[in-house]
């Protein structure tokens, strides 16, 4: 579980930069119930890929706060124009 731990933080790498900084909070916990035998590769990819869709998710899903924008609140056509 550890190894599948540290392998779901490249999901966290593929989504947020700078990534592992000091006061970022980027902590990952691995649990097992031992019910399905697989590859610990297998489990560690598919948990990269998972945080990593979690983090978009987050992001598509959070309100502005503190008077800063939300990503939903952001105008993503006239960012590209520039």
Known sequence: M?????MSHDG???TIYPIHTPFDGDT????????I?????I???L?????AEAVLNGVKQAKSAKGYLAYSQININHRAAK
């Open 47 to 51: 948990a990269a890929e998972v945080v």
């Open 28 to 35: 990952i916990f691995a649990a097992s119930a031992g019910v």
């Open 37 to 41: 035998q697989s590859s610990v590769n």
């Open 12 to 14: 966290l790498a593929r």
């Open 2 to 6: 550890t190894k599948v731990a540290q």
């Open 43 to 45: 489990v560690g990819t």
